[in-house]
Structure formats: structure tokens, C-alpha cells
């Protein structure tokens, strides 16, 4: 666990509080869309694509067959984020949402860059076009410099250097939910939003 620092960011808005995620995944995911994921550095982006995974009764969750020192954060309170390793490679970051125990979260699989874009670019340097730093869940961990050093820091309390942002910018207006990208089982559950018309959603 990184030691604590409290978050400065530059950009404006207020920390989203833990009743917000404190509901079914299903409904955070939606209503994540058009909010800020910022770092104390400086580094923000508009959250433009979410999906979410909800625990036992989701195939597709890292938590379906119960809790393990893997994803043991995502049992635990709503608000915190879930950071794992996948493909032996890259990170991933989750906000956790429900109950504590429900093992239900939202995966952020894309933002829009709004602020620290440089310091992105130097975290992502092969990257030549602003819409590719962060349009997907490996890409955006990388560009807003999230390890698993972040794994189980609270986004409420905001002392561990990110935290999520409303800056007043609604999410768009009945958003449909199409299928989750990635994944071999759960493909029917419509459990993926995005913000539609957006240059930097991930392809599929």
C-alpha cells in the first residue's frame, strides 16, 4: 500500500461519497459515466466506458466462486478500488460497489483525458494520438500511473493520491447497456455502458 497523501488535484468538482456505491453495480456502472477519475498529481480523465461485474450471480466476476487472496477487495467496503494483473501484463482498476461481501464492482474501461495530459503521454511515450492514451481499461491504469500499489485504496477518503470526481457534467441521458468485452462467459448480460459518439472508447 503506498503511504498516504492526501489528493490535490487540479481539477474541479466534488469527490463522489460512498452511498453513491453503495448500490448494485448495475446501477453505478451507468451513472459512473461523465465522471472524473483524477490522480494528486494532476492526471485526470472523464470516465467514458464502464462495465460491471456482479458477484455470485455473474459468471464473468473474478468473484463467482467465492473470495480469494486475489480479489479479497472486492468484498470488502463500496468505494474502494480493485486493482488486479491480467494476461500477465497489465493492470485493471474496479471501483467496488454494493454490500460489503456482495463482491460486486465496476471495471473503468475508458477515459477521456482532461488534465496531466503530458504526463500520460510520458507514461505511455509510443502513444501518438491523445484518444489512444486511455481508451481501455490496460491503457488508462498505465497513462494514470495505477499498479497494484492502488489495490484496496479508498477513492472516498482520497488520502491515497486518486479519488473520483463529480464536476457537474450529467451522464448521458438512457444509455443502453450492450455486451461486456473480453470475457467467455456472462456474454449475455448487457452489462457495458459507454458513452455513445465518445472518440476515445475502447475498440472492440
Known amino acids: 500500500m503506498p503511504r498516504p497523501t492526501k489528493i490535490r488535484t487540479r481539477w474541479p468538482g466534488t469527490i463522489v461519497p460512498r452511498a453513491f456505491f453503495h448500490r448494485d453495480a448495475r446501477e453505478v456502472a451507468p451513472q459512473l459515466l461523465n465522471k472524473v477519475l483524477a490522480c494528486a498529481d494532476g492526471r485526470a480523465g472523464r470516465i467514458v466506458e464502464v462495465e460491471a461485474y456482479v458477484g455470485a450471480v455473474d459468471p464473468a466476476a473474478h468473484t463467482f466462486r467465492g473470495k480469494t487472496p486475489r480479489n479479497a477487495v472486492m468484498f470488502g467496503p463500496p468505494g474502494h478500488m480493485y486493482v488486479y494483473f491480467t494476461y500477465g501484463m497489465h493492470w485493471c482498476c474496479n471501483t467496488v460497489c454494493d454490500d460489503e461481501g456482495a463482491g460486486s464492482g465496476v471495471l473503468i474501461r475508458a477515459l477521456e483525458p482532461v488534465a496531466g ?3 500520460m503521454r510520458a507514461a505511455r511515450p509510443r502513444i501518438r494520438r491523445d484518444r489512444d492514451l486511455c481508451s481501455g481499461p490496460a491503457r488508462l491504469t498505465q497513462a494514470m500511473g495505477i499498479t497494484g500499489e492502488q489495490n ?5 477518503k482520497a488520502r491515497d493520491g486518486y479519488t473520483i470526481l463529480d464536476d ?3 451522464p448521458p441521458e438512457a444509455v443502453a447497456g450492450v ?3 473480453g470475457i467467455r462467459e456472462g456474454t449475455d448480460l448487457l452489462w457495458r455502458w459507454y458513452v455513445s459518439g465518445n472518440v476515445h ?3 472492440t
Open 152 to 156: 484496496g485504496i479508498d477513492l472516498v
Open 168 to 170: 457537474g457534467t450529467a
Open 179 to 181: 455486451a461486456r468485452i
Open 117 to 119: 495530459i503530458e504526463t
Open 201 to 203: 472508447v475502447s475498440r
